[in-house]
């Protein structure tokens, strides 16, 4: 019986980098999933060619598109793989399979996709280059994906991600003390992935 599922066929390039890290975090040491086949090593790797290939084929050059699509195909082979281990070794256990951070393949009670997370802030630590972020998610939401930009907020362009976590805090670290970072939250359900949070702005501890 299948209890989660892949259901990749319609991300692009991007949405498959983030699909992939929300299931390598989810995956990372559980111990529900001992001996991953394939190995979480071999996604990393894929994930990471593949968000290097990204940017170049941002101009539409047929080579570099071609070795986008190639390296997305890649992925998705191996998430797919991976989605057929996590069924199989979740021995029918609904909420085993689900911490694999694969969506469900059929939910008994569809929730439907949570709202952006809310009440954000974002503080300084009393260690240097650090900063605690904080938010509340609505009951659904599994993983919740970091972004930050120390440039304008307002240009999309500028934000990354810097981490996922299943709490609701996290702690981003390495931060300029002289600089003041932005961030902001979405949250990852088995309906998809909410809007964004509204930003908090924080300088890092100095």
């Known amino acids: 019986m299948n209890l989660v599922k892949a259901d990749l066929s319609k991300k692009n390039a991007d949405e498959l980098v983030q699909y992939s890290i929300v299931v390598e ?77 694969f969506p469900a393949a059929k939910e008994p009670s569809p929730i439907g996709l949570v709202p952006p997370p809310t009440k954000l802030v974002a503080r300084p630590t009393d260690k ?10 609505a009951y659904g939401s599994r993983m919740k994906q970091i972004y930050c930009t120390s440039g304008d907020p307002n240009v999309e362009a500028n934000w990354e991600l810097i981490g996922v976590t299943t709490k609701s805090r996290f702690l981003a670290t390495d931060l300029d003390p002289n600089k003041f970072y932005w961030f902001r939250v979405n949250a990852v359900c088995a309906a998809g992935v909410s809007g964004y949070s509204d930003p908090a702005v924080v300088r890092a501890a100095a």
Do not use: H, W
């Open 25 to 101: 975090t989810a995956m990372n040491g559980n111990a529900s999933f001992p001996d991953p086949s394939p190995k979480l090593s071999d996604i990393t790797t894929a994930r990471q060619k593949l968000e290097a290939a990204i940017p170049p084929a941002v101009n539409g050059d047929r080579v570099l598109v071609a070795k986008r699509n190639t390296l997305a195909r890649e992925l998705r082979d191996l998430l797919v793989a991976e989605c057929q281990y996590v069924n199989s070794a979740s021995n029918g256990d609904r909420d085993v399979a689900l911490s694999s951070g």
């Open 128 to 137: 240097q280059g650090q900063a605690l972020i904080t938010f509340k998610c």
